[in-house]
């Protein structure tokens, strides 16, 4: 099974729904990311989570909320979805950081269309 | 605030050839770096990693990277690329404070042509 899970893999909605994409992990990290994709800009960082009563905003977090309902759930939503929210949306997770590394684990991705 | 840069957005070479992708990050105290890899359709992987030690740094499936901290740089090379290694390649870089986040390139498209 895999580590870092991703509910649901594709979605195709239409401007001004609310959308909420579910992340799950079972490799016992306190840490965990929502990342976005666009072709050209890499990854951008939305919203992160250190432990499960830190709630952090990173780069991208306008028109994102997030919930850590555990430490294995991580839910980024989407309160009224626009066109120009449509990306690739990657959850991943890592231990604690510091000298040794923060290698982040990457769920399989969800792909989002806002119509 | 940290940034990296990754010169090249897309390199196209034939099978065999020798790849070097180019990073550079801007941040002047100690850093870790990483080397992801996105194959098509899939999630992100980590290829390699620096955070202290040698500066060349070997990772899986033939890659290896060199960390040169005069530079700000840490170029991604393979001697002899194969037509499997079609992906695209992020590098990524964060302090080693407990508390810092990942800040990543744009990545660069690599397409191996057999």
């Known amino acids: 099974d895999a580590d870092v899970t991703q509910t649901p893999r594709n979605r195709i909605t239409k401007t001004g729904k609310r959308i909420m994409l579910e992340c799950s992990q079972t490799k016992g990290h306190d840490r965990m990311y929502w990342y976005r994709q666009d072709p050209g800009l890499g990854l951008r960082l939305i919203y992160y989570s250190f432990d499960v009563k830190d709630i952090n905003k990173g780069e991208i977090s306008d028109g994102y909320s997030v919930s850590r309902q555990a430490q294995a759930k991580f839910s980024l939503s989407l309160e009224s979805a626009i066109p120009n929210q449509t990306a690739l949306y990657f959850c991943a997770t890592s231990g604690t950081g510091g000298i040794g590394g923060d290698e982040q684990f990457f769920g399989p991705g969800t792909r989002l269309t806002v119509l | 605030a940290q940034s990296v840069s990754q010169h090249n957005h897309h390199v196209i070479l034939s099978e065999a050839a020798s790849l070097e992708l180019g990073c550079n990050y801007s941040y002047g105290g100690t850093v870790n770096l990483f080397w992801y890899v996105q194959y098509p359709g899939q999630h992100l992987q980590l290829l390699l990693k620096y955070f202290s030690g040698d500066p060349l740094v070997k990772g899986i499936k033939g890659f290896e990277a060199e960390f040169i901290k005069s530079k700000f740089s840490f170029n991604l090379r393979k001697p002899s690329v194969q037509w499997s290694d079609t992906a695209e390649y992020f590098c990524?870089?964060?302090?080693?404070?407990?508390?810092?986040?990942?800040?990543f390139g744009k990545g660069t498209m690599l397409l191996v042509s057999p």
């Open positions: 990524a870089v964060n302090r080693p404070s407990g508390y810092s986040t990942l800040t």
